[in-house]
């Protein structure tokens, strides 16, 4: 059995992963239907050697598809997330809109699949955040054996959760900077090029970035406890592809860090590096691949029920375009 299927904001970084992942994983893709904003429809993608056109997102007809995937920003997906629902089509939202609405299921699978139960509530599925995921796929062994109280996180994303433009900065100012040159800065608040930016998205008024929000609720959300307690520092890091992030966490009651290398070593989705030395990076093992990978697991000197690690992913395979097209596997497979 094949579905027909939708990628809104095909044009895009996430999208344009999308449509490559579909066809890695070998998703039973019957037709595709690449879609954009009138602006960037007409182009074209390719998609198992074949050269697709995109459409315009405005005139598509949504009865055509059965699995919509969405990441052309959280306002077009409030624009059509609700046409394309109304018309048969089950939408993955990798944008923030739908993300904290209670009868809208968010979903990492490794996680959380059993939430996808009730996708018929509103016919969408919301994807979480990038560091959201990566998170979540790390601490679900942790959480289930032993459970965590508390999480205290400092990010270090790369430029392509910014999209494009993000990436284009980072390249610029790097060579212009080499070059004696000067470096202007326009996607991010500074300059990003030889420098770290402890800012992600916008502020919010208890001065927290809504980035590092995002990894309060929807950690809330997707582990189904509003008692975990979250604590995040969102950082921008010059490095093109994959998030790092530096975990120290808190459990109910205490684990011993090779108790806990056990459980993540057989955790589905995880590639743990056991030995102190050979830490997992964003260039060296993340980038270009669907893993979490974790390392530098220890228990934290400070506290007693502490337990630290280092996790790596690739934010727009896994933190994006991965997730959504493996919450599409777990739907069709036990769903649709
Ligand atoms: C970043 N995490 O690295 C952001 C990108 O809510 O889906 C993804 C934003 C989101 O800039």
């Not at 910014?162 to 202007?184: H, R, V, Y």
């Not at 697991?297 to 502490?306: L, T």
Request: contains cysteine.
């Amino acid at each position: 059995r094949s579905f027909d299927v939708a990628v809104l904001g095909a044009t895009g970084l996430v999208g344009q992963h999308m449509i490559e992942i579909l066809e890695q994983r070998g998703f039973p893709v019957n037709k595709l239907y690449p879609l954009a904003s009138s602006r960037s429809a007409g182009g074209t993608v390719t998609f198992k050697g074949e050269e697709v056109t995109v459409l315009d997102a405005d005139t598509f007809d949504w009865s055509l598809v059965q699995l919509g995937f969405f990441s052309a920003g959280g306002s077009v997906s409030e624009k059509f997330a609700p046409i394309a629902a109304e018309a048969g089509c089950v939408v993955i939202d990798n944008t923030s809109h739908y993300r904290y609405e209670p009868d809208i299921p968010l979903v990492v699978p490794e996680v959380n699949a059993h939430a996808l139960a009730d996708f018929r509530n509103r016919n969408i599925i919301a994807n979480p955040n990038c560091s959201t995921i990566q998170m979540m796929v790390a601490l679900k062994p942790i959480h289930d054996a032993v459970g965590i109280d508390r999480i205290n996180v400092c990010t270090y994303q790369s430029v392509s959760g910014g999209g494009k433009e993000s990436m284009d900065e980072l390249a610029k100012q790097t060579a212009a900077l080499l070059n004696g040159q000067e470096a202007k800065s326009e996607a991010f608040s500074r300059q990003i090029a030889f420098n770290v930016i402890p800012q992600i998205d916008v502020f919010l008024d208890n001065d927290y970035t809504k980035e590092e929000m995002k990894m309060v609720w929807e950690t809330q959300k997707i582990l189904g406890d509003e008692s975990i307690r979250v604590n995040a520092t969102a950082v921008r890091v010059p490095v093109f592809y994959g998030h790092g992030e530096a975990i120290h966490i808190e459990t109910r009651t205490p684990i011993d860090a090779q108790d806990a290398k056990n459980l993540l070593a057989e955790a589905p989705g995880i590639v743990l590096k056991a030995d102190p030395a050979d830490f997992p990076t964003q260039v060296s093992d993340a980038s270009g691949n669907d893993d979490v990978h974790v390392g530098r697991v220890r228990n934290d000197i400070s506290h007693p029920n502490g337990l630290n690690m280092w996790v790596v992913s690739d934010n727009v395979r896994k933190g994006a375009a991965t997730n959504s097209i493996q919450i599409a596997e777990v739907l069709i497979r036990d769903y649709m």
